[in-house]
């Protein structure tokens, strides 16, 4: 939000106390060139549900995740944003390999992944996960010194360095002095300070890749802040690839680069984040835009949207928001959209993003036409610009 | 930014306030968690609300919100003990100017709480799906109700009641045969909230009604509160943790911290110009939608453990703008001069020079121009040794 | 036997701290001194009986076996107990005896919530085939009887091993172990989807070191608790077993005594001073126990805790009783409500509190 407090920085020098980070924090990362450090290539997870019928019934399926492709690079953070169900979770899980893709493929710096006890183990060293709530991340009857221990000794570090590796790891998540954090238990830290500890723990086996589950939900909002600002840097400082899942839009376009959408399994809208949140191409970005809370906005915009949750078992075929979208085209419910190019780096999966040409043989009403020649993103100044139908 | 602008459907909120009668009074409230366990919950705690009024309690957690608006319907678990104050509840008038009994909830018994609660008072629990009993339908949730405080209705009455109820928050009839599993957690809310207004209180009670739903869904509940409110003009005092839920629905916003009463204002005041520094800090944790993109550090530290609270002002080992009369001396709450506004501040009570961002002033609500430094200096302050250790 | 339905709570579920979060059950607090009575009782008991335990056979005053005094006194100065109709002073049996009964029922206990980890850990963690196979194994002990079990056993020991405590103790083991592992082979299913254990094994941990380091720590106020009633269910084991006569009579027990004292009718010539006594020891013990067993479900539950109010603490401080649901108490000086009157306005207060000291209690 325009909040009345981020007026400028001359009203305000006391509040960033890292004028360095927060250079680097807004500075646009370029792409780096060369091999991503972890793909997922068309990853599925189907999970079989039991129905009510017996055995003799057929097998349904519950579409977790379907056919979701992303990469992430090295020195950049990745968003993804979903509600409850959208399947963002099952997602990170499946990039960390706790659970088996039911489809599709993971590339570790663009090596398929192999099977077998020891390649986990390297796994593990390269790609690690945050999870949501800290205090149930942790064991509650253990110390912080062994929450950080496990790690360091399990890739390798020798038992003389320990101390010093431990050392280094709380100084480099902020936790200042670090042997005041070393022997407390869990709940005698803030949830805040206990995050902190789980970045460190996923740190201590030295990952390309941090996968991030929504590591700030459940923390309160004034110390939110100061968690995503030490993910951004561990982007500049450690060249990592973070992965960030939240269902919260405003930080994902904080902290990310790219943000991908998903809804009900599949990703809707890919986009670098500005653009994702200046000019939202997919009716269901339109509609968390238009949720989340934003003083900053003029006009109240928001579409009547009153449809249920999505179906995940067995969802026949066509696109999956198209009950609870006000633009819904004959075509919606037939067929999957696929995916549009929109902008430089900003794809759609959305029929309405279809080239004016085919667009026409699929709309059928003279409402819904008139409803693609409105469909325009929300700005803030309340401006619009018209777009051509 | 203007945030009249956002709730162009609704009616000014001081437009309606013609009756400026109090409904419910806190004063001086204290909580204790354990008797002489030194944990203090909420510390002396001045709240008052009036009716038809919408007044949003934020705060993060430690804060004591919630702890204190229990204690004042006498509804917080063991081992919460109340060790101070006055809570008085002023109950509907009988006439236009009939006599206004005022029940004093910390001396009722259980008899007189019985008949305060549900028809008085009502509440709106966090997470309906443990509120609601799992193994009875909606209907018979609603018929509990109706049956513990209205004995005399019929079975088809409570019925009609309950269709009415229903289709007041949005729900079709069909859900009265649902248990609570079968209904998405929108659903189960919207139950809850229709429950709550079953007997038509006065004083609706919402705690983070929220927080376990997704921001769609929730987005809709709070407009069906909304709504609902400017129908049925009851008063409404909405727990959250989340600040910018409250900038279309609140009147006035109370901050609390560590258990005190930190900021109250209007709405807009609060948003546009706040003068506490934890407000300030508060609001300049949400990242913006739109705009440039900058670093932002939310407030260092984290909130105190209540066991532990910091002498003096206990924001101030995370105040930027910290005085040492804040370490030693506990601001009271006191009104801002010539405004209704309260604040808990040396800064603005002490005499003090006032830093530029907590001095804007509020005639931006209305005129929609952009606020500039007031020519108060803007003193520069040396960081706090310690600040920004730790966390 | 059973063992108690508390289960393992969620660790946070007392009092809550800065961040929220109140302090789980383990940890620092692990050494607390228990402050509810019952507790101390329970424990004051225990200890007692351990300490007899090790110093028994040394206090008692004469040989527990020699038949060398006059038969069938009551009690009296020389023998505060009596003697039996063989002539042997009741007292020195008893307290002899006390160091065989709990040196089973304690190794009984031990190995059987040592079994009872092993199986049901395993079972719960690992799941699959594994699963089923050690489910079906410990189905199978919990369905056959114990006691007939531990007859047909016993009966087929050679009569010089009969004599040996720890063997008794480890078979009577064997018919108490399968509960327990039910039960933690429950609780180590639903602690094995908590978050902390995923995160174990995404850090790469193996699983047994999962199961022993991170899995079992986190269910010791279950073994604790399954422990002393394991060993409250082997005492009345080995007392039956005694009592019938197929524990070796060379060494002293209170079933044994029990046994003597049926076998010579002490009942019908109403010799209480035979057969009582034991039999307060055994109920004494159990009692013990049992109120061990309260001291950990408060502690695995702080809410059973009466919020450190006591019944007599609340009254002291001036509230009605002990706190209720709905009824949060009040405790402060007198409310000045009564006396204001004002113009239309009418102030009730029922059930004023009396004026006391704000008293600081416990």
Same mark, same amino acid.
């Given at each position: 939000m325009n909040s009345p407090c981020d007026r400028s920085d001359e009203d305000n020098p006391v509040m960033s106390t890292q004028p360095e980070t927060a250079q680097a924090a807004t500075a646009r990362v370029p792409a780096p060139s060369g091999v991503l450090a972890l793909e997922a290539r068309h990853l599925t997870k189907h999970f079989a549900v039991r129905s *009510?019928?017996? *055995?003799?019934r057929r097998r349904r399926h519950l579409h977790a995740v379907d056919d979701v492709s992303l990469g992430l690079a090295r020195g950049a953070v990745t968003s993804v944003v979903g509600e409850s169900g959208s399947g963002k979770s099952v997602l990170a899980r499946m990039l960390a390999r706790i659970i088996a893709p039911s489809a599709g493929e993971l590339l570790l710096d663009g090596e398929p992944l192999a099977l077998g006890q020891r390649r986990r183990h390297e796994y593990a060293a390269a790609v690690q996960l945050v999870l949501q709530d800290p205090f149930a991340s942790m064991n509650p009857v253990h110390r912080v010194s062994h929450h950080l221990a496990r790690p360091l000794l399990i890739h390798g570090t020798p038992r003389s360095d320990l101390d010093s590796a431990m050392k280094a790891l709380l100084r480099r998540v902020a936790l200042d002095p670090p042997e005041q954090f070393m022997d407390k238990f869990p709940h005698e830290l803030s949830g805040g300070q206990l995050q902190r500890v789980s970045i460190a723990r996923a740190l201590a086996v030295r990952p390309g890749v941090l996968l991030a589950d929504e590591p700030v939900s459940m923390l309160d909002v004034s110390i939110r802040l100061g968690v995503l600002n030490l993910l951004a840097e561990l982007r500049e400082q450690e060249r990592l690839a973070i992965l960030y899942i939240t269902h919260d839009i405003a930080s994902a376009r904080y902290l990310a680069d790219d943000i991908l959408v998903m809804y009900a399994g599949e990703v809707v809208e890919r986009a670098p984040s500005i653009s994702l949140t200046d000019s939202p191409a997919h009716p269901y970005t339109q509609l968390l835009l238009s949720a989340a809370p934003d003083p900053g906005r003029r006009v109240s915009t928001t579409p009547a949207d009153r449809g249920a949750p999505p179906r995940l078992i067995d969802p026949g075929p066509g696109c999956r928001f198209q009950p609870r979208c006000p633009h819904a085209m004959e075509i919606c419910r037939r067929e999957s959209p696929p995916v549009f190019d929109v902008a430089e780096g900003h794809q759609v999966a959305c029929?309405?993003? *279809?080239p004016a040409s085919e667009r026409r043989g699929l709309l059928t009403t003279k409402s819904q036409h008139a409803a693609l020649r409105r469909l325009e993103p929300i700005r803030d100044k309340g401006v619009k610009e018209a777009k051509p139908p | 930014m203007s945030a009249l602008g956002s709730r162009?459907?609704?009616?000014?909120p001081w437009a309606r306030r013609t009756e400026a009668d109090t409904v419910l009074e806190i004063r001086g409230l204290c909580v204790d968690y354990g008797l002489g366990s030194g944990l203090h919950a909420v510390s002396n705690a001045d709240l008052v609300l009036h009716r038809g009024e919408v007044l949003g309690l934020a705060g993060e957690s430690g804060s004591g919100k919630s702890t204190l608006v229990y204690a004042a319907t006498r509804l917080l678990r063991q081992p919460g003990v109340v060790t101070a104050g006055e809570v008085r509840l002023h109950s509907r008038p009988a006439g236009p100017d009939g006599p206004i009994e005022v029940i004093d909830l910390l001396a009722a018994g259980e008899r007189e709480l019985k008949g305060v609660r549900w028809s008085q008072i009502s509440v709106v629990l966090q997470s309906a799906l443990n509120a609601l009993n799992p193994v009875i339908t909606v209907r018979a949730e609603f018929d509990d109700v109706m049956k513990a405080h209205r004995p005399e209705m019929s079975r088809a009455e409570r019925l009609a009641r309950a269709v009415e109820l229903l289709e007041m928050v949005g729900l079709s009839s069909d859900r009265l045969r649902n248990h609570a599993h079968e209904l998405s957690g929108g659903q189960r809310q919207r139950v809850m909230i229709a429950l709550a207004l079953a007997l038509e209180p006065q004083v609706v009670i919402m705690d983070e009604p929220t927080t376990a739903l997704d921001v769609v869904t929730q987005r809709e509940i709070l407009e069906e509160v909304i709504s609902l409110r400017d129908r049925l003009g009851f008063a409404m005092l909405f727990i959250t943790h989340d600040l910018s839920l409250l900038i279309e629905l609140a009147d006035e916003i109370a901050v609390m911290y560590a258990g005190r009463m930190v900021e109250r204002a209007r709405a807009d005041s609060l948003f546009a110009a706040p003068r506490h520094p934890y407000t300030y800090g508060l609001l300049n944790s949400f990242p913006p939608m739109h705009g440039e993109r900058r670093a932002m550090t939310g407030i260092a530290g984290s909130p105190p453990d209540l066991r532990a609270v910091p002498g003096g002002c206990p924001f101030h080992p995370r105040c930027p703008y910290a005085i040492e009369r804040c370490a030693t001396e506990e601001p009271p709450l006191v009104a801002l001069p010539g405004s209704s506004r309260q604040v808990a501040c040396w800064l603005h009570t002490g005499g003090e020079p006032v830093p530029g961002e907590l001095a804007r002033t509020d005639a931006t609500v209305a005129s929609g121009e952009a606020a500039l430094p007031t020519a108060a200096a803007v003193r520069r302050l040396p960081v706090t040794p310690g600040w920004g250790s730790g966390e | 036997m059973s063992v108690p339905t508390a289960t393992l709570a969620d660790p946070r579920l007392a009092i809550p701290l800065a961040g929220g979060e109140p302090a789980p059950v383990l940890g620092r607090r692990a050494l607390r001194m228990p402050r509810s009575p019952k507790v101390i009782v329970g424990l004051v008991i225990v200890v007692v009986f351990v300490v007899l335990t090790v110093i028994g056979p040394w206090i008692a005053p004469y040989n527990p076996s020699a038949t060398v005094f006059a038969p069938n006194l009551s009690p009296s100065g020389a023998h505060w107990l009596g003697t039996t109709s063989l002539g042997q002073d009741i007292l020195s049996q008893l307290l002899a005896g006390t160091r065989a009964t709990m040196v089973v029922g304690f190794a009984a206990g031990l190995i059987a919530t040592v079994l009872s980890v092993l199986i049901g850990v395993t079972a719960g963690y690992v799941g699959g085939a594994t699963d089923d196979g050690l489910s079906l194994v410990s189905n199978v002990f919990l369905a056959i009887p114990g006691l007939p079990l531990l007859i047909v056993i016993d009966s087929y020991l050679p009569s010089a091993d009969r004599s040996n405590s720890v063997l008794i103790g480890a078979i009577i083991s064997l018919t108490g172990w399968a509960w327990g592992a039910r039960v933690l082979r429950a609780l180590t299913m639903s602690l094995r989807n908590r978050d902390f254990v995923e995160a174990s094994r995404i850090v790469g941990e193996s699983r047994h070191r999962i199961m022993l380091v991170e899995v079992v720590p986190n269910l010791l106020p279950v073994l604790a608790s399954s422990f002393l009633f394991t060993v409250l269910y082997a005492i009345g084991a080995y007392v039956a077993l005694a009592y019938i006569g197929?524990?070796?009579?060379?060494v002293w027990n209170w079933g044994t005594m029990l046994y003597w004292a049926q076998a010579n009718n002490a009942p019908l010539i109403n010799e209480w001073w035979w057969f009582v006594p034991p039999g307060i020891c055994i109920a004494l013990v159990g009692t013990g126990l049992a109120l061990l067993n309260f001291g950990i479900d408060e502690f695995i539950n702080p809410r059973l805790r009466s919020g450190g109010l006591t019944g007599r603490a609340a009254r002291r401080a001036g509230l009605p009783g002990l706190p209720r649901l709905g009824l949060t108490p009040v405790v402060r000086a007198a409310a000045g409500g009564a006396g204001a009157r004002t113009d239309g306005l009418r102030l009730r207060g029922a059930a004023r509190l009396p004026a006391h000291r704000r008293d600081v209690v416990e």
């Open positions: *009510a019928g017996g *055995a003799l029929w309405l993003q *279809a | 162009v459907t609704r009616v000014a | 197929l524990t070796s009579t060379a």
